[in-house]
């Protein structure tokens, strides 16, 4: 029961859509929306219209046409007769190998050159605070063009180690022969090859993996399970009795040989890169282009990263690691199990979009000539079909896939490690 | 409402806009100055010389062009474009036509929807290799590392040439002649390929040019010219018949030394028309009647253009060859002046 009445109603005047403080900011945001949605749709009908008067209307027939061009860093098996489908797809797999490599270097690097900038030693600390303000503040194509200059300016070419007295020779027992056209190193071989197994058919996406390299990790994944397990279990046993069972050879032995056996079986062995005729053959060929571009985005990254190191180690209050010591734990140890595992959480949402920004960066590849998805798909596909809007539309759409998956994978693992508050 | 109303009119304009686009004479003529997109440099066809003007064969094409339609040759802009960006640059509007050693192919005419004016070298592609590699013939490659401009009709011959001759290369992708000489220099690729032509240019910029030689091997036809956007024909025809022109008055004996007297009419009607002393040619293409002698005003005729800038006489060296008039047993045929 309510002795209260109802304060009198409003009636509801249009006026009030643009006075009344209460309607007023819905009203502009509706206005706002309906401009831009039909901005966009001026944009899209014009590019249609435009394109239709020019005879081009979007079709992606081209990527079944041959794409007639070739390209030198091949993962999977192409020729000039494949598809521009299949040009796009070599070029993706290169786009993510560097993408990848970048990563794994900037990441450890990075860490490091974090860690070393507060130490207490004045030298390192220096030096690796001028790295970074270096590398931090030129831009990353300079970078790249810089390393790739250096590299065919400074290295020897194949010719100069010709010859009975040749001005170059190679490196580490005439295994590694560093060129200027990139470095040679030797190659995994196995004379009782299984083969490859053929996934995704026989078309455009056609996708040979080898049966060899998909029984060794196979075989050393089940190993490293089995070491994790006896681990698990050396684990229970001593906080049950507080004894710790002695296991590390049992485990070392257990990743080790089943490998070790299996490659004997495959007949492993190296081939080693040999000067024949223009070029060294055998062994694989890391290009210029690829060491250029890595290395440079590397760096580049790894400045960023190692700030962010820096970051996340300050945010974890020195409190910690007083405790830490006055526990006795030795300082090592005091980095790797108290510190870093708390920075981990402040480290790790800027660090995935470093390396984000790396995978995007690798588009830069065009600079040094790295056949990448910039190269492949949007470089010479779009200019030999002149499919500019198509080619465009696609490379960005595979640009984004990459980036989302990245941030989806990091993303589960940041929710793995956060601090689960309650 | 109002915005919709706003917007609906934006809408309309930009869908105009698109059709409006056509009048490429007219646009320059109201600009005072035509847009000729040319290489990124390559001495003799298109490059800045000391004084950064812009010098060369395709250059000349440019300036003509200029000389008909605004009378000054020097109304040019220049617009550098590599072998990935000149159709961009052209199909976009950003220059109203494209002399950049290009080949007309069928793709570019038909597909990529260009009009090709006409055809002022004809060429094929070579290769080039330093002498010491001790190489005489394009199938003695195997194995070679090859630098490609990327974007271009050559990057296609090569995976051909290679494919059907069953032997392998590295190819270094590359987007201007300059990275490709660079590259090329410091030994990081063996062989430099692309138009002859554009070989012989490259190689006449060499410190010591004799220390390579360019393989017998000509492996396909590269007939380059100017080339406009499909759809404008009176702008096409502007392009078409100043490269004529200059075609014919060498077929003629019209040079620049004797330009001001013919000029001043001849007993050749056909000279006359030409340089705009009889008839209305100039007024059918929308221009003036002395077009053909602004035009060619410049640099002469064919033949002076091609003496000048790539002749015999000059580093590069070209000999006329396939580029002699139809009269000497050369490809060089303009359709009449009538
Ligand atoms: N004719 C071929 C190749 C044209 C081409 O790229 N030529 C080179 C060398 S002859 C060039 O002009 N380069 C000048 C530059 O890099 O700007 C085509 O049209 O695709």
Redesign the pocket.
Known sequence: MTTLTDPPKESFRLSMLIYDTRYRSMTIQIIALIGFLLLLGMLVTNTAQNLATLGKEPSFRFLGEPASYDINQRLLEYTSRDSHLRAALLGLLNTLVVAFLGCITATILGVIIGVLRLSSNWVVAKLTTIYVEIFRNVPVLLWIVFTMAIMIETMPAPRAFKGENPVATMALNDSVAVTNRGIYIPEPLFSRSLGDVHLLGQGSMRFDVSLDLIAIVLVLGLSLWGAAKIKLRADKIQEKTGERPRTWHTRLGLIVVPTAVLLVALGFHFGYPELKGFNFKGGTHLRNSLIALWLALSLYTAAFIAEIVRAGILAVSHGQTEAAAALGIRPGKIMSLVVLPQAMRVIIPPLISNWLNLTKNSSLAIAVGYMDITGTLMGITLNQTGRELETVLLTMLIYLSISLSISAVMNWYNKRVKLVER | MKNTVILGALTIAGLSAGAAAAGTLDDVKARGKLNCGV????VG?AAPDANGEWKGFDVAVCRAVAAAVLGDGSAVEFV????KTRFTALASGEIDVLA????WTFSRDVDLKFEFTGVNYY?GQGFMVPKELGVSSAKELDGATVCI?T????ELNLADFFRSNNISYEPVPI????E?QQQYLAGACDVYT??A???A??RATFESPADHVLLPEIISK?P?GPLVRHGDNEWGDVVRWTLNALITAEELGVTSANLAEMAGGTNNPEINRLLGTEGTLGEMLGLSADWGKNALSVGGNYGEVFADNIGEATPIGLARGLNAQWTEGGLLYSPPFR
């Open positions: 290489t990124t440099g390559l066809f550098p474009t590599t072998g950049r050693n290009t080949t060429d401009q974007g271009t009709t050559t987007e201007t002649n300059a490709a692309t138009d032509s554009g070989l240019a490259t590269e380059l």
